[in-house]
């Protein structure tokens, strides 16, 4: 089981920008399918950027195609999610999230299909 610890959450005004990482810990993220998942106040936790084993194939929610990236530095075994563009709608608790999936590159960017998630670290978008 991987032990997942995120970072770099906090207050930014809108347009700006913010890196989150999430260090792991106990097993090599190289092997896993990875994700971030963010929830806003009064809403469901979802899926914002989802990305294959080996870094083959990400996915993107629609709402933050063009402004996020999500990646993984194998060396440092940790996953980031760079967040340029930040609009009020971004804010929330963002979790990242890995499921072991060392033979295949198919995930799901839903909950219901990561095993190992973070403590959350917010995000605040205002003017």
């Known amino acids: 089981q991987v032990h997942l610890v995120e970072s770099g959450g906090g207050l930014v005004k809108p347009g700006g920008s913010l890196t989150l990482s999430c260090a792991a810990s106990?097993?090599?993220?190289?092997?896993?399918?990875l994700g971030w998942f963010r929830q806003a106040p009064g809403k469901e936790r979802e899926g914002i950027a989802c990305?294959?084993?080996?870094?083959?194939?990400?996915y993107y929610i629609d709402s933050v195609k063009g402004r996020f990236i999500i990646s993984r530095d194998n060396a440092k075994n940790t996953m980031y999610l760079q967040m340029d563009g930040l609009k009020p709608d971004d804010t929330g608790i963002y979790y990242c999230?890995?499921?072991?999936?060392?033979?295949?590159?198919?995930?799901?960017?839903?909950?219901?299909?990561?095993?190992?998630w973070g403590q959350g670290t917010q995000v605040t978008v205002v003017p």
């Open positions: 999230t890995a499921e072991y999936r060392p033979h295949s590159y198919g995930f799901d960017c839903l909950p219901s299909f990561f095993g190992s």
């Open positions: 106990g097993s090599i993220l190289d092997d896993y399918a």
């Open positions: 990305m294959s084993t080996k870094a083959s194939i990400t």
